[in-house]
Protein backbone atom coordinates (compact mmCIF):
# COMPACT_ATOMS: atom_id res chain seq x y z
CA UNK A 1 0.00 0.00 0.00
CA UNK A 2 1.41 3.67 -1.17
CA UNK A 3 2.56 5.98 1.78
CA UNK A 4 -0.85 8.46 0.79
CA UNK A 5 -3.10 5.71 0.91
CA UNK A 6 -2.27 4.87 4.25
CA UNK A 7 -2.57 8.34 5.46
CA UNK A 8 -5.93 8.29 3.84
CA UNK A 9 -6.82 5.40 5.71
CA UNK A 10 -5.42 6.76 9.49
CA UNK A 11 -7.14 9.94 8.93
CA UNK A 12 -10.21 8.34 7.87
CA UNK A 13 -10.17 5.67 10.48
CA UNK A 14 -9.91 8.84 13.04
CA UNK A 15 -12.86 10.42 11.63
CA UNK A 16 -14.66 7.21 12.18
CA UNK A 17 -13.46 7.30 15.90
CA UNK A 18 -15.09 10.65 16.49
CA UNK A 19 -18.16 9.62 14.60
CA UNK A 20 -18.49 6.45 16.82
CA UNK A 21 -17.39 7.60 20.24
CA UNK A 22 -18.05 11.35 19.87
CA UNK A 23 -20.60 11.81 17.46
CA UNK A 24 -19.39 14.13 15.10
CA UNK A 25 -20.00 13.89 11.11
CA UNK A 26 -17.23 13.58 9.00
CA UNK A 27 -16.08 13.37 5.38
CA UNK A 28 -13.12 12.65 3.20
CA UNK A 29 -12.25 14.81 0.47
CA UNK A 30 -12.95 13.46 -3.11
CA UNK A 31 -11.24 9.87 -3.95
CA UNK A 32 -10.60 8.77 -6.67
CA UNK A 33 -11.96 4.81 -8.07
CA UNK A 34 -8.61 3.01 -5.64
CA UNK A 35 -8.96 5.78 -2.51
CA UNK A 36 -12.72 5.13 -2.64
CA UNK A 37 -12.75 1.89 -2.55
CA UNK A 38 -10.04 1.36 -0.35
CA UNK A 39 -11.97 3.76 2.33
CA UNK A 40 -15.05 2.00 1.67
CA UNK A 41 -13.19 -1.52 1.86
CA UNK A 42 -11.84 0.01 6.04
CA UNK A 43 -15.81 1.54 6.67
CA UNK A 44 -17.28 -2.29 5.69
CA UNK A 45 -15.43 -4.00 8.56
CA UNK A 46 -16.80 -1.57 11.19
CA UNK A 47 -20.51 -2.91 13.02
CA UNK A 48 -22.91 -0.15 12.86
CA UNK A 49 -21.11 2.51 11.40
CA UNK A 50 -23.39 4.72 9.25
CA UNK A 51 -21.29 5.69 5.59
CA UNK A 52 -22.07 6.74 2.23
CA UNK A 53 -19.77 7.25 -0.60
CA UNK A 54 -21.34 10.74 -1.81
CA UNK A 55 -20.23 12.20 -5.68
CA UNK A 56 -23.33 13.88 -6.07
CA UNK A 57 -24.69 12.41 -8.58
CA UNK A 58 -25.23 8.37 -9.67
CA UNK A 59 -22.49 7.78 -11.84
CA UNK A 60 -19.92 10.45 -10.43
CA UNK A 61 -16.01 9.64 -10.76
CA UNK A 62 -14.92 11.12 -7.28
CA UNK A 63 -16.92 10.63 -4.48
CA UNK A 64 -16.25 11.30 -0.99
CA UNK A 65 -16.91 9.16 1.91
CA UNK A 66 -19.62 10.53 4.38
CA UNK A 67 -20.03 9.63 8.13
CA UNK A 68 -23.44 10.12 10.06
CA UNK A 69 -23.84 9.74 13.65
CA UNK A 70 -26.49 7.30 14.28
CA UNK A 71 -29.58 8.63 14.53
CA UNK A 72 -28.76 11.65 13.08
CA UNK A 73 -29.81 13.24 9.79
CA UNK A 74 -26.66 13.66 7.31
CA UNK A 75 -25.46 17.30 7.13
CA UNK A 76 -25.47 19.54 3.71
CA UNK A 77 -21.86 18.66 2.28
CA UNK A 78 -21.71 18.89 -1.64
CA UNK A 79 -22.54 22.10 -4.17
CA UNK A 80 -22.06 22.72 -7.79
CA UNK A 81 -19.69 25.20 -8.82
CA UNK A 82 -21.95 26.77 -12.01
CA UNK A 83 -19.31 28.16 -14.58
CA UNK A 84 -20.70 30.22 -17.20
CA UNK A 85 -17.19 30.79 -19.90
CA UNK A 86 -17.65 34.21 -21.97
CA UNK A 87 -16.33 33.73 -25.42
CA UNK A 88 -16.87 31.53 -28.59
CA UNK A 89 -13.70 29.41 -27.75
CA UNK A 90 -14.24 25.90 -26.56
CA UNK A 91 -12.71 24.97 -23.25
CA UNK A 92 -11.85 21.40 -21.99
CA UNK A 93 -12.01 19.41 -18.76
CA UNK A 94 -8.52 20.20 -18.43
CA UNK A 95 -9.04 24.06 -18.92
CA UNK A 96 -11.38 23.81 -16.07
CA UNK A 97 -9.17 21.64 -14.00
CA UNK A 98 -5.95 23.74 -14.40
CA UNK A 99 -7.87 27.26 -13.65
CA UNK A 100 -9.44 25.83 -10.75
CA UNK A 101 -6.03 24.23 -9.43
CA UNK A 102 -4.14 27.53 -10.25
CA UNK A 103 -6.11 28.65 -7.37
CA UNK A 104 -4.78 27.31 -4.78
CA UNK A 105 -7.51 24.40 -4.65
CA UNK A 106 -6.22 20.74 -4.00
CA UNK A 107 -7.45 18.15 -6.25
CA UNK A 108 -9.25 16.33 -3.52
CA UNK A 109 -11.35 19.26 -2.81
CA UNK A 110 -12.86 19.40 -6.25
CA UNK A 111 -15.01 16.62 -7.51
CA UNK A 112 -16.09 15.71 -11.04
CA UNK A 113 -15.83 18.40 -13.65
CA UNK A 114 -18.97 18.34 -16.19
CA UNK A 115 -18.15 20.42 -19.72
CA UNK A 116 -21.03 21.61 -21.71
CA UNK A 117 -20.62 24.01 -24.57
CA UNK A 118 -21.36 26.84 -22.41
CA UNK A 119 -19.27 26.33 -19.70
CA UNK A 120 -19.29 23.27 -16.68
CA UNK A 121 -20.72 21.97 -12.96
CA UNK A 122 -18.10 20.99 -10.65
CA UNK A 123 -18.71 19.08 -7.66
CA UNK A 124 -17.72 21.34 -4.88
CA UNK A 125 -17.04 20.79 -1.28
CA UNK A 126 -20.20 23.49 0.33
CA UNK A 127 -17.60 24.90 2.58
CA UNK A 128 -15.15 26.38 -0.19
CA UNK A 129 -18.43 28.39 -2.24
CA UNK A 130 -17.40 31.56 -0.78
CA UNK A 131 -13.63 30.92 -1.82
CA UNK A 132 -14.94 30.65 -5.72
CA UNK A 133 -17.46 33.46 -6.24
CA UNK A 134 -14.71 35.88 -5.04
CA UNK A 135 -11.89 33.93 -6.71
CA UNK A 136 -12.45 32.71 -10.12
CA UNK A 137 -13.21 34.90 -12.94
CA UNK A 138 -11.28 32.93 -15.69
CA UNK A 139 -11.15 29.80 -17.05
CA UNK A 140 -8.36 29.29 -19.57
CA UNK A 141 -8.01 32.61 -21.48
CA UNK A 142 -11.97 33.89 -20.77
CA UNK A 143 -13.55 35.84 -18.75
CA UNK A 144 -16.06 33.43 -16.63
CA UNK A 145 -19.19 34.01 -14.19
CA UNK A 146 -19.92 31.96 -11.70
CA UNK A 147 -22.63 30.93 -9.24
CA UNK A 148 -23.70 28.08 -6.67
CA UNK A 149 -26.41 26.03 -7.23
CA UNK A 150 -28.45 23.13 -5.56
CA UNK A 151 -27.11 19.71 -6.35
CA UNK A 152 -30.64 18.94 -7.89
CA UNK A 153 -29.86 21.45 -10.38
CA UNK A 154 -26.97 19.65 -11.72
CA UNK A 155 -26.98 19.55 -15.16
CA UNK A 156 -25.27 15.77 -15.88
CA UNK A 157 -23.89 15.77 -19.24
CA UNK A 158 -23.39 11.57 -19.87
CA UNK A 159 -19.68 11.09 -21.51
CA UNK A 160 -19.95 10.32 -25.12
CA UNK A 161 -19.35 6.45 -26.12
CA UNK A 162 -18.32 4.30 -28.55
CA UNK A 163 -19.97 1.03 -29.43
CA UNK A 164 -18.09 -1.79 -30.35
CA UNK A 165 -18.81 -5.20 -31.31
CA UNK A 166 -15.97 -7.78 -30.51
CA UNK A 167 -15.22 -11.37 -29.97
CA UNK A 168 -13.51 -13.13 -27.21
CA UNK A 169 -12.30 -16.50 -26.02
CA UNK A 170 -13.96 -15.91 -22.92
CA UNK A 171 -15.24 -13.38 -19.70
CA UNK A 172 -12.27 -13.43 -17.74
CA UNK A 173 -11.16 -10.43 -16.45
CA UNK A 174 -7.50 -10.31 -18.43
CA UNK A 175 -9.25 -11.29 -21.49
CA UNK A 176 -11.65 -8.56 -21.49
CA UNK A 177 -8.99 -6.04 -20.98
CA UNK A 178 -6.53 -7.10 -23.23
CA UNK A 179 -9.66 -6.70 -25.58
CA UNK A 180 -11.00 -3.76 -24.79
CA UNK A 181 -7.56 -1.63 -23.73
CA UNK A 182 -5.76 -3.47 -27.11
CA UNK A 183 -3.19 -4.57 -24.75
CA UNK A 184 -1.73 -8.39 -24.56
CA UNK A 185 -3.12 -10.73 -21.89
CA UNK A 186 0.03 -10.62 -20.05
CA UNK A 187 -0.29 -7.00 -19.57
CA UNK A 188 -3.56 -7.02 -19.04
CA UNK A 189 -2.65 -9.98 -16.17
CA UNK A 190 0.24 -7.66 -14.93
CA UNK A 191 -1.81 -4.52 -14.63
CA UNK A 192 -4.62 -6.57 -12.35
CA UNK A 193 -1.59 -7.85 -10.21
CA UNK A 194 -0.77 -4.13 -9.94
CA UNK A 195 -4.34 -2.73 -8.81
CA UNK A 196 -4.93 -0.82 -12.27
CA UNK A 197 -7.84 -2.28 -13.25
CA UNK A 198 -11.34 -1.58 -11.06
CA UNK A 199 -14.60 -3.61 -11.81
CA UNK A 200 -17.80 -1.87 -10.89
CA UNK A 201 -15.58 0.64 -8.91
CA UNK A 202 -13.38 -1.83 -7.08
CA UNK A 203 -9.43 -2.74 -7.04
CA UNK A 204 -9.39 -6.27 -8.71
CA UNK A 205 -6.54 -9.09 -8.11
CA UNK A 206 -7.95 -11.92 -9.73
CA UNK A 207 -7.41 -12.41 -13.41
CA UNK A 208 -9.62 -15.51 -14.02
CA UNK A 209 -13.09 -13.50 -12.51
CA UNK A 210 -15.44 -13.75 -15.08
CA UNK A 211 -17.54 -10.48 -15.75
CA UNK A 212 -21.06 -10.13 -16.29
CA UNK A 213 -23.43 -8.05 -18.48
CA UNK A 214 -23.53 -4.38 -17.40
CA UNK A 215 -20.01 -4.55 -15.82
CA UNK A 216 -17.98 -1.40 -15.84
CA UNK A 217 -14.61 -1.80 -16.22
CA UNK A 218 -11.84 0.85 -15.13
CA UNK A 219 -7.84 0.96 -16.47
CA UNK A 220 -6.29 3.44 -14.53
CA UNK A 221 -4.37 5.92 -17.02
CA UNK A 222 -6.09 3.98 -20.14
CA UNK A 223 -9.88 5.13 -19.97
CA UNK A 224 -12.80 2.42 -19.16
CA UNK A 225 -15.42 0.92 -20.55
CA UNK A 226 -19.32 -0.93 -19.94
CA UNK A 227 -19.94 -4.80 -20.90
CA UNK A 228 -23.16 -3.62 -22.13
CA UNK A 229 -23.85 -6.71 -23.60
CA UNK A 230 -23.42 -10.83 -24.43
CA UNK A 231 -24.51 -12.20 -27.42
CA UNK A 232 -23.93 -15.20 -27.13
CA UNK A 233 -21.11 -18.27 -29.16
CA UNK A 234 -19.94 -18.01 -32.56
CA UNK A 235 -19.44 -20.53 -34.78
CA UNK A 236 -16.03 -20.46 -34.06
CA UNK A 237 -16.42 -21.29 -30.26
CA UNK A 238 -15.98 -17.67 -29.28
CA UNK A 239 -17.70 -15.18 -27.43
CA UNK A 240 -19.88 -12.43 -29.16
CA UNK A 241 -19.95 -9.16 -26.79
CA UNK A 242 -20.74 -5.36 -27.38
CA UNK A 243 -18.69 -3.20 -25.21
CA UNK A 244 -19.00 0.99 -24.61
CA UNK A 245 -16.17 2.77 -24.96
CA UNK A 246 -16.07 5.77 -22.83
CA UNK A 247 -14.07 8.88 -25.32
CA UNK A 248 -12.51 12.13 -23.76
Known sequence: MEKEDKFLLAQLQDQISHCMEDEIPGNTGFLDNRQAALAEALCRKIPGLKYRMDGGYEEAERKVCRLTPAGQEEPDLLSVLRIHKKGPKNLTH?????????????????????????????????????????????VGNL??????????????????????????????????TSAAF????????????????FLNGLPQSKPDRNLQQGD??????????????????????????????FKG
Open 94 to 138: RDYLGSLLALGIKRSQLGDILVREDGADVLILQELSPFFLSELDR
Open 216 to 245: KLVFRGKGKIILSDILGNTKKDKIAVVIQI
Open 143 to 176: PAAVEIADLNQLQVVSAPREEVRMTVSSLRLDNL
Open 182 to 197: RVSRGDASEAIRQGLI
